[in-house]
């Protein structure tokens, strides 16, 4: 199949275009502009702003499969005060997306997979108080709601995502190995209470694969892999950076996981059991392995 990747050249995205290359599918990258991570900058490759640009101009023509992985987040919020979150997340999430898939329904895409976030079905109460929870809601069910006979859609409903592409930089990740190494001077080493559902990159680009193969049209898929309180999942890496800790459980605001963060709010615990595991065809338990992975990166670049 020929398949775009919106969104392709960050870890989920980039992970699922490399994976479903390697799967024998014909992948082109969407994004603002081309990767520098070597094995990305080999696919084609299309520049688009997926809200700035006439996208029903024809360049979605000529694709069987959609992969859309380029929804905003805090990360991308100006900081220089020159647009609220709100305007922020209605126009890139609310109102983009949806205008974007309807573009590629009518340029003749047939089956779609959209990597969502966990928060409106994990922490649905979120969705009246929160800018980010609203949009990623709003937008979910506009593009599944247009899922029919011709264009079938499902979301991937990710929790905290890990992984690692060489050559692509991932900031927060090289911050907890930092961390884990005792390497931040100056910054208390603890953990919050409470604690998430985590998966990999790698786990998520085979649901991206299932979900595009045989995924249920309209559904909302909430994946993942395990729960872990937070004590576990940074004893988790100090472990891996060979700097074993019993590590405080404090209810302070986290230097690494700071509350604007932490949509379901600060100490929350949010555990679920995964779907679609088996459906999707997607790998479980991966979590430490990839922490390991991670941290042995970051030391052969020193």
């Known amino acids: 199949m020929r398949v775009l990747v919106v969104g392709g050249t960050g870890l989920i995205g980039g992970h699922a275009a490399l994976h479903l290359a390697q799967a024998g599918h014909e992948v082109t990258i969407m994004a603002r502009s081309p990767s520098k991570v070597p094995a990305l900058a080999e696919l084609p490759f299309i520049a688009t702003h997926y809200v700035e640009d006439d996208v029903a101009d024809g ?35 609310t109102e983009g997306i949806p205008r974007f898939f309807a ?56 929790p905290f995502v890990l992984g690692h592409l060489p050559g692509l930089e991932i900031p927060h990740l090289y911050y907890n190995y930092l961390y884990a190494k005792g390497l931040m001077e100056g910054v208390p080493v603890f953990a919050p209470e409470g604690g998430t ?18 995924g249920e ?47 379901a709010g600060r100490n929350a615990t949010v555990s679920y059991a995964p779907e679609g595991v088996k459906e999707l065809g997607y790998g479980t338990g ?12 970051f030391e052969a670049a020193k």
């Open 59 to 93: 360049r979605l023509e000529g694709f069987d499969w959609l992969v859309f992985a380029a929804g905003v987040d805090i990360r991308q919020v100006p900081q220089d005060g020159s647009v609220t979150e709100e305007a922020f997340y209605t126009r890139y999430n």
């Open 103 to 158: 573009a590629a329904k009518a340029a003749g895409i047939k089956r779609v997979a959209y990597i969502g976030t966990f928060y409106p079905q994990v922490a649905p109460e979120k969705v009246a108080t929160s800018p980010y929870v609203r949009s990623r809601k709003l937008a979910d069910d506009a593009i599944r709601a247009m899922s029919d006979d011709s264009f079938a859609v499902c979301s991937l409903n990710a």
């Open 197 to 214: 559902n985590h998966i990999t990159s790698a786990s998520l680009a085979e649901a991206v694969q299932g979900a595009l193969e045989h």
């Open 217 to 263: 049209p309209g559904r909302a898929y909430l994946v993942g892999d395990e729960n872990l309180t937070w004590k576990a999942y940074f004893e988790m890496w100090c472990e891996e950076a060979g700097n074993p800790q019993d590590l405080e459980v404090r209810s302070d605001e986290h230097p690494l996981m700071p509350d604007m963060i932490m949509f």
């Open 286 to 297: 991966r979590i430490r392995a990839e922490i390991a992975a991670i941290v042995a990166s």
